[in-house]
């Protein structure tokens, strides 16, 4: 049995890029045998390791290599056919993944089941690899999105000159116009302008289109366009002003999840420190709590003024405009007991945690987005002895290789 993958995905033929002149330009045939972090399994090709999107681990697969990285120590490449499929395998549901289509979803030819223990083994791998530390996973997925669709909140569509609204193809500039995209809430996918469903060429002149669908209603906001309005969110019965292409989580259910962990994580806390605190949330929801202060840190000129609008009836919170680095370093004040941080991407990294370390913290409660971040964080946490005490994830991006996991760590 052959199973294909077609690289055409609508009407117009999607133009592939063609590799670098050093990479093989015919298709190659791999065996797959592992997981990888990134939304790729592993393959080797001549003993060079090649990460294969489009497959599943114990899958014979016809690849196109794609590009390269490391300095050539490593391949990038797409599974175009597949000569023997595994037991996991499904058919993406939307005509638009694939080879040559959209590169934001990796995991929709993946069993919904299988989608969270590959994250769990990821972010249990990531931890032992970085970190030094070896233990199970936990991982839970959110209602609202039973099928794995339908649950993304915010979606920032590309422009192509004739003015379709699409995605871009992964790892390229290329796009591909859609008329939908499946993973995000029926309210976007039904977003029309002038009567026009997004896949018309009614967005000319515009680069971006950056469709929120929020507690207040659908916004639709062209770039380059007015500063983007402020929406509306509702979190631990709240709303929660933020601004139209400010950081919210895009899982309708994500914020109620995230701050139920974290408020177990701390409920013993005295003195408080959020880092990285964005428009407030989590020094929102900790105010509830028996904590007496809490300072909640943010670098961003605009969410740090939100942070203290939404944050102005709790009277034990002071939000500081600051880069979290230059705060951890000369900070003034009660020293915290316990700090909460959520740090970009590529983690707090040790010009943050090591001053951390010098005060009287005795918990840290990490939220990473991106588990290698998370896995080299631990290592630095450990060497200074401190102990990874617990660690579960979250499927906030169903169909995608990406998940939240909450780490607590103790002196």
Not at 93 to 117: I, K, M, N, T
Not at 152 to 166: E, K, L, P
Not at 361 to 368: P, T
Not at 375 to 404: C, I, K, N, Y
């Amino acid at each position: 049995m052959v199973a294909r993958i077609p690289l055409i995905t609508q009407g117009a033929v999607i133009a592939e890029p063609r590799p670098p002149a050093e990479l093989p330009d015919q298709l190659v045939q791999l065996q797959v045998t592992a997981v990888a972090n990134g939304g790729a399994c592993v393959a080797r090709l001549d003993g060079r390791v090649v990460f294969v999107r489009h497959s599943l681990p114990g899958e014979s697969v016809l690849a196109r290599i794609t590009g390269s990285g490391g300095g050539g120590r490593f391949w990038f490449a797409d599974a175009v056919e597949i000569l023997q499929p595994a037991a996991k395998r499904v058919t993406p549901p939307c005509r638009f993944a694939g080879p040559g289509g959209c590169g934001g979803c990796d995991y929709q030819h993946v069993e919904l089941s299988e989608q969270l223990r590959w994250k769990s083994l990821i972010v249990a791998e990531q931890l032992e690899r970085l970190g030094g530390v070896t233990m199970d996973v936990p991982i839970s997925s959110l209602p609202g999105a039973e099928d794995g669709l339908g649950w993304r909140t915010r979606v920032r569509y590309a422009v192509d000159d004739g003015g379709h609204a699409g995605l871009r193809q992964y790892r390229s500039d290329a796009i591909v116009p859609l008329d939908r995209c499946l993973i995000a809430v029926p309210q976007i996918q039904a977003a029309v302008s002038e009567g026009e469903p997004l896949l018309a060429s009614n967005w000319q002149g515009s680069k971006a289109l950056a469709v929120v669908s929020a507690a207040g209603g659908v916004q639709v906001l062209p770039e380059p366009g007015p500063r983007p309005a402020e929406v509306t969110e509702r979190a631990v019965g709240r709303d929660w002003a933020v601004a139209g292409d400010g950081f919210w989580q895009v899982h309708p259910a994500a914020a109620d999840a995230l701050c139920e962990q974290v408020l177990t994580a701390c409920e013993d806390a005295e003195v408080l420190w959020d880092l990285y605190c964005g428009v407030g949330l989590f020094a929102g929801a900790l105010s509830q709590q028996r904590a007496r202060s809490i300072v909640a840190v943010e670098g961003d000129r605009r969410a740090a003024a939100l942070a203290r609008r939404n944050l102005s009836d709790f009277s034990k919170v002071r939000v500081v405009r600051r880069d979290v680095r230059a705060w951890v370093t000369s900070a003034s004040g009660p020293k915290p007991d316990t700090v909460v941080l959520d740090p970009p991407r590529k983690g707090a990294g040790a010009a943050v945690l090591q001053p951390l370390l010098t005060t009287a913290v005795r918990r840290l409660v990490y939220i990473a987005c991106e588990p290698s971040a998370l896995g080299r964080d631990t290592g630095l946490l450990r060497e200074q002895g401190w102990t990874l005490s617990e660690v579960s994830a979250l499927d906030l991006f169903p169909m995608t290789h990406h998940v939240e996991t909450i780490a607590v760590f103790d002196r």
